[in-house]
């Protein structure tokens, strides 16, 4: 579109006191070459007429100088035929200032950051969303469990056709082999007669779901709105089995040709199936397996033969009467007294208090022990706890088991230390019961079958304990692969109760990626993000380094071993456009040559040492908020410093941060989410790659004789609002102790 702009600056919230909007207007009018205009409130009725009187005239490309870009989005929204870009004055300049803030360093901040605004917008193109040829609505439900139960049945309901796929020869999962299941309603002591046959039978009913019983799926390729999908009998071998995933280390000697990569073969495989069944999107439902007790000998799981884990047991009070004394172990004992089983969890607590009822219903005699050390029982089933204290023939106790015995004549000693009465007790019991932990199935078992160039399975389980995460705590039931979204058993251990909840939020969430798919948008979390990747391949040496780094498998490889872009599975991170040495890649507002030309406006002073300038690059998921919190708070930001806005620290290109130095700031930071262990990046592993990123070209700093110290990588929480400035103050007094750059004034 021909592009006409306009800056406008608000003079409310304190902006017209802090600072002198006359001269600000000038350094727009007279650098940038921009008409500017100013308003006591540009939120307002008045000031929103007045842009869109302009909006009139055809300026179509709007500069707003107030408040931060994470507030009053529908305010400064002036239609999908124009382009807002915010400079912010309000949080990140004068509400940020120190009581004796020097006027000038203010005014200098400020101009800065209009400086960056305007620069941007002009660096800016209108986005296209991307357009399927073809959608498919279908969701493919794999499993038909509870959870598979739920999502088919719920996605049927809006008018979605369903094909719901279930390795059994029956539905019902686990849920068919229970003999009672919690409560579900007050007083929340009585347990209820399954009604998992119900949601069968609807289920069958619908006219909307297709069931395929005995299968699993062969392969799964392409992406959302336009999966295929070949299906096979359930344990039968296919010669589309999934491979292995390429080890990195591997990957290598599969460029250079030396070794055949293993998920070749994808232009094969679409082309032997061409009536494969055509998907937009899938729930992965497959549930879970009882986590192995076998490793603790002491415990005589496999060796003694009534000792059985939870799982067993329900088996065998489902078909017929349970033992009249059972031990219902929680945790190991012995060395690990002091946690539990693998993956143990509020779920397996209220197991063993609703088989320990099934103890007392069946005999009028029966006694139940319960030896745990720590017992969950969230929201009302603190009630039905409570219920089981009150039962006479329950006795729960803090307790570490230390060795079960077969006594010889049919029964069973276990002896337990460190009981809530301060002794060492041996209990004769009947049969001895573990509480073995809910394992998803994706840990073990190759469930997906995905055909993406890296490979079959989600990635990087082992970081979640094998569940298919992509961040548990922002966006529930998604996975490392768009398009495709997992509940109940395979995300985390759930009641029944929560897995309907589950179920039913991973097929709306099914269904919002097929919607989005369609409207050529982004899903979570840039929701409605009209951009994606655009690559100029002339210059692509092939390097793969943006296929390896895509969080989201969102790209394959051509036959040639070029990239081969899928729009609808990129989550819009820009972590291709960080990966990528040859700087061909970038979306229409958001590329390599506009935030280089940001840092480049910032101006540079080479004769006050005193005046040092710092960039920071802050993730807008994280850091970006805390950093606007703090402005909030009034809370006292070093002035010397200048934040740029990112998708993610994934989508940092290196040479940002050279284009800094070279300019002659003094120092350059990220600052982005916590990654590791605890992460928190909305895009897995944004910041962990910028700091990898960052140790490479320190070596190159080294080399133009500039300090490897001017730059950094920060990790901020977004409740870290309060510890912000102090995290920008120590980097600025660190540059400060080694003095300006040297490249300053060159």
């Known amino acids: ?209 297709t069931v395929k019983t005995g299968t699993e799926v062969a392969r799964i390729a392409g992406a959302p709105g336009e999966y295929k999908a070949t299906f096979k009998p359930a344990g039968a071998k296919s010669e589309w089995d999934a491979p292995a995933k390429v080890a990195v280390d591997e990957q290598d000697l599969i460029d250079k040709g030396e070794m055949e990569d293993p998920n070749a073969g994808l232009k094969p495989y679409m082309e032997a199936n061409p009536d494969a069944e055509l998907v937009g999107a899938v729930v992965l439902a497959t549930g879970w397996i009882p986590a192995d007790v076998s490793e603790y000998e002491h415990l005589g799981h496999g060796t003694i033969k009534n000792v059985v884990t939870n799982a067993e047991f329900e088996k065998l009070a489902k078909e017929g009467t349970v033992p009249a004394r059972v031990a219902f172990v929680q945790s190991p004992g012995g060395a690990d007294h002091d946690r539990d089983f693998p993956y143990c969890n509020s779920v397996t607590s209220m197991v063993a208090l609703k088989q320990a009822q099934y103890v007392r219903e069946d005999n009028a005699d029966g006694k139940a022990y319960i030896l745990y050390q720590h017992m969950r029982t969230p929201g009302n089933m603190e009630l039905y706890y409570k219920a089981a204290q009150d039962d006479d023939g329950i006795f729960l ?24 009465l301060n002794e060492d007790v041996v209990l004769s019991v009947d049969m001895v019961v573990l509480a073995a932990g809910m394992e998803p199935t994706t840990k073990e078992e190759n469930t997906i079958n995905l055909a993406y160039r890296q490979g079959p399975a989600f990635m990087d389980l082992e970081l979640f304990d094998g569940y298919a995460d992509s961040h548990f705590v922002c966006f529930p039931y998604e996975t490392r692969r768009t398009g495709v979204y997992t509940c109940g058993g395979v995300r985390k251990a759930t009641t029944m109760e929560e897995t309907i909840d589950d179920a039913t939020g991973a097929a709306l969430k099914a269904i919002q990626c097929i919607e989005s798919a369609d409207r050529g948008v982004a899903v979570h979390p840039r929701s409605g993000d009209k951009t994606y990747p655009e690559f100029f391949f002339q210059r692509c040496t092939q390097c793969k380094r943006c296929t390896e780094e895509c969080p989201f498998g969102a790209l394959d490889d051509d036959e040639k071993g070029t990239p081969l872009p899928n729009p609808t599975r990129c989550r819009r991170c820009g972590t291709c456009m960080g990966a990528c040495p040859e700087r061909i890649i970038g979306f ?35 850091a970006l908020p805390a950093i606007d919190m703090s402005g909030m708070r009034r809370n006292a930001m070093n002035n010397l410093v200048r934040f740029i806005p990112v998708r993610c620290l994934g989508s940092v290109n290196m040479v940002w941060i050279k284009d800094a130095l070279s300019a002659g700031l003094d120092g350059a930071m990220m600052l982005g989410c916590k990654f590791g262990d605890d992460y928190q990046c909305h895009f897995v592993k944004g910041s962990e790659l910028a700091d990898k990123r960052m140790a490479n070209i320190g070596e190159t700093l080294g080399s133009l004789g500039l300090e490897p110290e001017r730059v950094a990588v920060k990790e901020i929480a977004i409740t870290d609002y309060d510890k912000a400035p102090a995290v920008i103050e120590e980097f600025v007094q660190s540059i400060i102790e080694l003095g300006p750059n040297p490249f300053k004034g060159f």
């Not at 940001?598 to 998921?621: G, H, Q, S, T, Y």
Request: with cysteine; glycine share 8%; aromatic share 6%.
């Open 1 to 209: 579109m021909d592009m006409k702009y306009g800056a406008y600056i608000c003079t409310g919230c304190g902006i017209g006191d802090a600072l002198d909007i006359e001269a600000l207007s000038g350094v727009v009018t007279g650098e940038m070459s921009m008409d500017c205009k100013s308003h006591e409130a540009l939120c307002s009725a008045a000031g929103r007429a007045m842009i869109e009187a302009d909006k009139g005239e055809g300026v179509n490309c709007f500069v707003i100088g107030a408040c931060s870009q994470r507030v009053m989005e529908d305010e400064f929204n002036f239609g999908d035929d124009t382009i807002t870009v915010r400079a912010n004055l309000r949080e990140q300049v004068v509400w940020c200032q120190p009581e004796d803030a020097d006027a000038e360093y203010v005014m200098e901040l400020a101009s800065d950051y209009m400086r960056m605004g305007c620069t941007r917008i002009q660096k800016c193109e209108l986005p296209e969303p991307y357009e399927l040829e073809s959608i498919n609505k279908r969701v493919l439900v794999m499993g038909g469990g509870l959870a598979g139960l739920t999502a088919a049945k719920e996605a049927a309901a809006t008018g979605y056709e369903v094909i719901l796929i279930e390795k059994a020869d029956t539905l019902g999962g686990k849920a068919a082999g229970w003999r009672k299941q919690f409560p579900s309603k007050a007083p929340w002591t009585e347990l209820e007669a399954p009604s998992v046959s119900d949601m069968i039978k609807d289920v069958e009913a619908d006219a909307n779901i």
């Open 397 to 420: 106790t803090k307790a570490n088991v230390m060795k079960v015995e077969d006594a010889g004549d049919g029964s069973l000693s276990v002896a337990i230390a460190d009981t809530l």
């Open 588 to 622: 229409k507002d958001y590329n390599i040559d506009m935030i280089g030309s940001m840092v480049k406006a910032i101006e540079v002073p080479d004769d006050d040492e005193d005046k040092l300038r710092f960039v920071v690059f802050v993730c807008e998921n994280d």
